[in-house]
């Protein structure tokens, strides 16, 4: 096996210590996004049905998080330090997977690349699950390119640590299992079939009590067929305009992702295309294509909208920039490679990190949350936007009598900053109605019931930072009934 000997030790330790460094002051101190709200309500209730979390589920991610939060008490930090140990791990992993494949200045400038880049430290900031999915995916693809080498003493170790990344997230366990498989083929048929006993022990551990908490398998099964099939009417296989959609955020969040890396990367494309043959002989390409194209053809094709998504198979793209600029630099001459290497990966890496300081929240002023910039900024506009709200609604407003109400990326947020408040109700006509003892509906977002303006009876509650907060109030709930019904335009039911 491929171990960091003990000269390895400084370069690791000094990545992992920078990467935590660049990383500690920028944590989030509110729940990000609504899956961030969906991980924080599973860690004391964990039931699918409910999305606590979303379907399929992400029973280890979730445990590990109840686990932090049982000594911390707070489920955003919980969650965040997950995303924040996770991204320093996964530098690390992604330096000994580089120097595994293709050499140590290869493994330094990838981790330098993971260490700067936007998305990575973005997403090391903040209570989501793809850090520590982009530590556990360079992992596994090093190990199955150890295996696939020859090693014969890591499969039941690299078995187990697939279904723990099934566990984490469930899409990993199909995505990299192509590259697993073929990692067996060195292996005799005892090892073989030891393997895939161990992964489906493994993926049992935590699918049994995962269905279980959601009410067994036939509701945790019902839960999931919802959720993909709103999945599947949003694929090319339904609308073929969802190609383009899925092209261009693809091209997006790359482009987040890699920066001024497209350059050395494009011209390292261009030098394989030279030698086909010698590309379909390595065995480290294989592996690369094995790692990286069963998701990306799943996102262009099924599902795309996070950004992190692409942290499925962005590690091999680092490397793949890394390998790019090593072979640019010993183009420039032997004595002085080194030196051209260090000078392009600063380059780059400045590049990358300048714009997780200092880009804006979101570019071009668009608010498209496919635009939005993994940025320092954006972090902290977000916890702004909902620390002044949370502080503001909860100084104002009498839990018993108020309903908060969210829109788009904040719909799922009440459920857990105000779940001591009223809740809505729907009528038969589906349309909104609250019940009698409510006398104040606040709107947590401008998105949300956008007709509701001082025209049509709405109030404002000016915040520190100069923005408003909509609601509407009466003295009882029909009143407020009527005052939501002629600012949608639209009469009551029944009258």
């Not at 003990?6 to 990545?15: E, H, K």
């Not at 990575?120 to 992992?139: D, G, P, R």
Request: glycine share 8%; net charge neutral; charged share 15%.
């Amino acid at each position: 096996m491929m171990s960091l000997r003990r000269s390895d030790w400084l370069p690791a330790v000094g990545l992992a210590a920078l990467a935590l460094l660049l990383r500690l002051p920028f944590l989030s101190q509110y729940l990000y996004h609504w899956d961030s709200v969906n991980f924080a309500l599973s860690l004391n209730h964990y039931d699918v049905r409910l999305h606590q979390p979303h379907p399929p589920g992400y029973f280890l991610y979730s445990l590990l998080g109840s686990g932090i939060n049982a000594v911390v008490n707070n489920p955003n930090i919980s969650l965040s330090l997950i995303s924040l140990i996770g991204g320093v791990l996964g530098v690390v992993a992604l330096y000994w997977l580089g120097k595994a494949m293709f050499g140590r200045e290869v493994g330094i400038i990838a981790a330098l690349l993971a260490v700067t880049s936007p998305m990575h430290w973005f997403y090391s900031e903040i209570a989501l699950s793809y850090a520590l999915e982009f530590f556990l995916v360079t992992l596994i693809a090093g190990l199955c390119y150890l295996q696939w080498s020859g090693s014969r003493r890591l499969w039941p170790w690299l078995a187990l640590l697939l279904a723990a990344a099934g566990g984490v997230r469930q899409n990993d366990l199909v995505f990299l299992l192509p590259l697993w498989l073929v990692s067996l083929y060195p292996l005799g048929w005892r090892e073989r079939i030891g393997s895939v006993v161990i992964l489906g022990v493994g993926v049992l551990v935590w699918f049994v009590p995962m269905a279980a908490l959601s009410g067994g398998l036939g509701e945790y099964l019902a839960a999931v067929r919802g959720a993909s099939e709103e999945i599947g009417q949003a694929s090319v296989l339904v609308s073929f305009n969802e190609l383009a959609l899925n092209v261009g955020r693809m091209v997006i969040y790359l482009s987040y992702s890699i920066l001024l890396g497209i350059v050395p990367l494009l011209w390292g494309a261009w030098r394989a295309a030279r030698h086909p043959r010698a590309l379909l002989a390595d065995k480290r390409a294989w592996v690369i294509v094995l790692w990286t194209a069963p998701a990306f053809a799943f996102y262009i094709v099924v599902h795309l909208r996070q950004h992190g998504h692409v942290f499925t198979f962005l590690p091999a793209i680092y490397l793949l920039i890394a390998l790019s600029i090593a072979d640019l630099a010993r183009q420039m001459g032997r004595e002085r490679w080194q030196r051209a290497a260090a000078g392009v990966t600063a380059v780059v890496a400045a590049a990358a990190g300048l714009f997780f300081l200092m880009s804006p929240p979101a570019l071009l002023g668009m608010k498209q949350v496919a635009l939005q910039t993994p940025s320092r900024a954006t972090i902290a506009a977000r916890d702004t936007f909902l620390g002044e709200r949370v502080t503001a609604i909860r100084d104002t407003f009498d839990p018993a009598t108020t309903i908060v109400l969210g829109d788009s990326i904040n719909f799922r947020h009440p459920d857990f900053y105000f779940a001591d408040f009223q809740k809505a109700e729907s009528s038969e006509a589906a349309v909104l109605r609250v019940p009698e003892n409510v006398r104040a509906v606040v709107l947590l977002g401008d998105d949300i019931l956008p007709q509701l303006t001082a025209e049509t009876g709405a109030s404002f509650l000016t915040l520190p930072n100069g923005d408003t907060l909509r609601y509407v109030s009466s003295d009882d709930g029909d009143g407020l009934n009527r005052l939501l019904m002629a600012g949608l335009n639209t009469e009551p039911p029944g009258g």
